[in-house]
């Protein structure tokens, strides 16, 4: 629990956060996160 809340400290250093809270919708959150940053480049 402690490694949990210095986690939610830091959240506000990283540019997006996915809560893993149900794996399939975290995972299409992060898919999705990580092919808008590839079309970027």
Same mark, same amino acid.
Not at 2 to 31: H, W
């Given at each position: 629990?402690?490694?949990?809340?210095?986690?939610? #400290?830091?959240?506000?250093? /990283?540019?997006?956060? +996915?809560? %893993?809270?149900?794996?399939? #919708?975290?995972?299409?959150? /992060?898919?999705?996160? +990580?092919? %808008?940053?590839?079309?970027?480049?």
């Amino acid at each position: 629990m402690r490694n949990a809340q210095l986690e939610i #400290a830091r959240a506000v250093e /990283f540019d997006v956060q +996915v809560i %893993n809270d149900v794996f399939e #919708a975290s995972y299409g959150q /992060f898919k999705k996160i +990580v092919e %808008n940053w590839l079309a970027d480049d």
